[in-house]
């Protein structure tokens, strides 16, 4: 029923909204969210262009109904990966509500982890809304000793 296809530039509009509306439906309000979709669209561009940011959109019917990006971070060699300099980084993961529990996020999530272990990268990380740590915890993921400041 659902059909997968890499991210393209083309889709610059369609992962806005779905960064847009992840973040809305961990309860912020398209007000609070307008400045961050207004500046992550000029960020993204140039990323898509590169491939430096890349994922996957699934399709029913050839319409996007879920999406998720990739990226591969620098960072330091670190005892959990300690000969690699760079980490896999998945966000911007995104079901439309109609399309729910059907499997489609642990799909999307499959294509990332399996290009991740094609890409030979050790160490994957992301930040999970409310919502989705019950998705990753049940792929095996477990939280991290992530701190943050806001300044
Ligand atoms: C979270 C979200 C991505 C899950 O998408 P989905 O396609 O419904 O998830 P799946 O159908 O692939 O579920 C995979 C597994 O996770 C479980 N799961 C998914 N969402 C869950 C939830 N909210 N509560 C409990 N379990 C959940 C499913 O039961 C399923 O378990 P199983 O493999 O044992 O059957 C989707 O609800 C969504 O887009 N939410 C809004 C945006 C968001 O929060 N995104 C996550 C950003 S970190």
């Given at each position: 029923m659902?059909?997968?296809?890499?991210v393209?530039?083309?889709?610059?509009?369609?992962?806005?909204?779905?960064?847009h509306?992840?973040?809305?439906?961990?309860?912020?309000?398209?007000e609070?969210?307008?400045?961050?979709?207004?500046?992550?669209?000029?960020?993204?561009?140039p990323?898509?262009?590169?491939?430096?940011?890349f994922?996957?959109?699934?399709?029913?019917?050839?319409?996007?109904?879920?999406?998720?990006?990739?990226?591969?971070?620098?960072?330091?060699?670190?005892?959990?990966?300690?000969?690699?300099?760079?980490?896999?980084?998945?966000?911007?993961?995104?079901?439309?509500?109609?399309?729910?529990?059907?499997?489609?996020?642990?799909?999307?999530?499959?294509?990332a982890t399996?290009?991740?272990?094609?890409?030979?990268?050790?160490y994957?990380?992301?930040?999970?809304?409310?919502?989705g740590r019950?998705l990753?915890?049940?792929?095996?993921?477990?939280?991290?000793?992530?701190?943050?400041?806001?300044?």
């Amino acid at each position: 029923m659902y059909a997968f296809r890499p991210v393209t530039p083309g889709d610059l509009d369609l992962v806005c909204r779905h960064r847009h509306e992840m973040f809305k439906a961990s309860g912020r309000s398209d007000e609070v969210l307008a400045p961050m979709t207004a500046a992550f669209r000029p960020w993204l561009e140039p990323r898509l262009a590169s491939g430096a940011y890349f994922g996957w959109i699934a399709l029913a019917d050839d319409a996007p109904v879920a999406g998720l990006g990739m990226m591969v971070i620098d960072w330091p060699p670190h005892p959990s990966h300690p000969e690699q300099g760079e980490r896999g980084y998945v966000l911007n993961v995104f079901v439309e509500p109609g399309h729910r529990g059907r499997g489609l996020a642990k799909a999307l999530m499959e294509l990332a982890t399996d290009e991740a272990r094609h890409r030979g990268i050790a160490y994957m990380v992301l930040h999970a809304t409310q919502m989705g740590r019950p998705l990753y915890e049940g792929l095996g993921w477990r939280a991290s000793s992530e701190m943050t400041l806001s300044l």
